[in-house]
């Protein structure tokens, strides 16, 4: 099935976000690790308004049903991806890596110098689906503070710190 799209994100589109989030989490339903991770603790619509005002945020459709989408917001000569996920339903199709390429043209098209996002190391869908798009994991946190923030507040928020990742890929 190829009949979805991707397109910028528009304001009235951020009502559909957190239920997609959500039901994306069920993959994370039998990870241990995230066990006492709040599954139901997603963005709000009005977060994300916040961040598609900003311009690279993106969303897939299929006819007027929006079943993926990748928020991120700009810092400077980077712009961080927040959150993706595409609605259960509809995985396995390469929406993933097409919103993900996508932002990568938008974000090099706009003058950024890389992409940053924070993830799990290990689970196939995060680190590794990454590595295969240029990705490579921030080694030194110390030289990157506000990734080494972001990850110490998700290790403070009870994910696992062992298996957290700050990763950057270069653009131009």
């Known amino acids: 099935m190829s009949d979805w799209r991707i397109r910028l994100a528009r304001p009235a589109d951020a009502d559909h976000l957190p239920e997609i989030e959500r039901a994306a989490a069920i993959l994370f ?16 619509a009005q977060e994300h308004r916040k961040l598609i005002a900003r311009g690279h945020c993106l969303v897939a459709e299929v006819g007027d049903r929006i079943v993926g989408f990748l928020t991120t917001q700009p810092f400077g000569h980077e712009l961080h991806i927040w959150e993706m996920d595409v609605h259960p339903d509809m995985q396995g199709q390469g929406i993933g890596a097409i919103l993900l390429r996508a932002c990568l043209v938008d974000a090099n098209n706009a ?10 190391r290990d689970l196939p869908w995060n680190g590794p689906f990454y590595r295969r798009i240029g990705f490579v994991e921030v080694a030194d946190l110390a030289a990157h503070p506000r990734l080494a923030s972001e990850i110490a507040a998700e290790i403070e928020a009870g994910l696992p710190a062992e298996r957290r990742v700050a990763m950057i890929r270069f653009l131009g």
Do not use: Y
């Open 29 to 44: 339903a039998d990870d241990p690790d995230c066990a006492a991770f709040d599954l139901d603790d997603v963005w709000s």
């Open 111 to 120: 003058g950024f110098r890389a992409l940053t996002l924070t993830t799990f």
